[in-house]
């Protein structure tokens, strides 16, 4: 039931900004950027969850954005459900679409590791022997992250987005809401809001009864770093909060 609360910022506020075609997108920088977030439920600390991009170049010379991220439980979560949960996404940065993303999940008694490998010549997905057909140019929920904050966001529109994740793929719509002004610890945040709604998409445990809305607060700036993410789910509300970055 509280399986998936740790890396629930990875899967929400990751997956649900995913796009086929992307217009007027800039480059972000990514080299260096490091986000450590807490995780809580009930107005409890559950986790503790983080994500690191750096730029590296592979084999065939071409230059790959490189994310991972790790989710933690913590505290009285441990005890009912450890959890360590890790993944990682390589990205083309030319040509700004998914080649590879690996899992490794440990819930409790749930376990849970996969490779994921990207032909998108083929439009096709590999996973342990089976083949996917995705859609042009797919992206993983971490290449979608890379290309949220490549977007100009103007209030009142919605975005309707393809992203691919647990060997489906998803048309999300999003809502860019308004601009808020918001407080997290001792920090204040000039924010952009989102509200993606989860058209189609199979969630599980505590998230499956959710009312398959998500906000998402956002940097009102070129970097647009998530800093608080909240859904309502079966028993109150998951929220996910930034208490540390480092960038270059």
Same mark, same amino acid.
């Given at each position: 039931?509280?399986?998936?609360?740790?890396?629930?910022?990875?899967?929400?506020?990751?997956?649900?900004?995913?796009?086929?075609?992307?217009?007027?997108?800039?480059?972000?920088?990514?080299?260096?950027?490091?986000?450590?977030?807490?995780?809580?439920?009930?107005?409890?600390?559950?986790?503790?969850?983080?994500?690191?991009?750096?730029?590296?170049?592979?084999?065939?010379?071409?230059?790959?954005?490189?994310?991972?991220?790790?989710?933690?439980?913590?505290?009285?979560?441990?005890?009912?459900?450890?959890?360590?949960?890790?993944?990682?996404?390589?990205?083309?940065?030319?040509?700004?679409?998914?080649?590879?993303?690996?899992?490794?999940?440990?819930?409790?008694?749930?376990?849970?590791?996969?490779?994921?490998?990207?032909?998108?010549?083929?439009?096709?997905?590999?996973?342990?022997?089976?083949?996917?057909?995705?859609?042009?140019?797919?992206?993983?929920?971490?290449?979608?992250?890379?290309?949220?904050?490549?977007?100009?966001?103007?209030?009142?529109?919605?975005?309707?987005?393809?992203?691919? &994740?647990? +060997? =489906?793929?998803? @048309?999300?719509?999003?809502?860019?809401?308004?601009?808020?002004? /918001?407080? %997290?610890?001792?920090?204040?945040?000039?924010?952009?809001?989102?509200?993606?709604?989860?058209?189609?998409?199979?969630?599980?445990?505590?998230?499956?009864?959710?009312?398959?809305?998500?906000?998402?607060?956002?940097?009102? &700036?070129? +970097? =647009?770093?998530? @800093?608080?993410?909240?859904?309502?789910?079966?028993?109150?509300? /998951?929220? %996910?909060?930034?208490?540390?970055?480092?960038?270059?």
């Amino acid at each position: 039931m509280i399986k998936n609360l740790v890396l629930c910022f990875v899967f929400l506020s990751t997956l649900i900004i995913s796009y086929s075609v992307i217009a007027n997108a800039r480059a972000v920088s990514v080299e260096g950027d490091k986000f450590e977030y807490e995780i809580s439920w009930l107005g409890i600390t559950a986790g503790y969850g983080s994500i690191e991009s750096s730029i590296i170049t592979v084999e065939d010379g071409r230059r790959v954005i490189y994310i991972k991220a790790r989710g933690d439980s913590t505290g009285m979560l441990s005890v009912i459900c450890k959890i360590r949960d890790y993944m990682e996404s390589y990205i083309d940065m030319e040509k700004q679409y998914s080649l590879k993303c690996v899992k490794d999940f440990k819930e409790g008694f749930y376990k849970k590791k996969e490779t994921t490998r990207f032909n998108q010549e083929k439009h096709e997905a590999y996973v342990n022997e089976k083949t996917i057909e995705i859609l042009p140019e797919a992206k993983d929920p971490f290449a979608c992250l890379y290309y949220i904050r490549a977007q100009k966001l103007v209030v009142g529109e919605t975005l309707i987005f393809n992203a691919y &994740d647990n +060997r =489906k793929n998803h @048309v999300l719509r999003v809502k860019v809401l308004k601009k808020e002004t /918001i407080k %997290i610890g001792q920090n204040i945040y000039k924010t952009i809001l989102i509200e993606p709604v989860l058209e189609g998409l199979s969630l599980e445990g505590v998230l499956e009864a959710g009312d398959r809305k998500i906000k998402v607060w956002l940097t009102d &700036d070129e +970097r =647009k770093i998530p @800093v608080k993410v909240q859904m309502k789910i079966t028993f109150g509300s /998951i929220v %996910i909060e930034l208490i540390d970055s480092e960038l270059p």
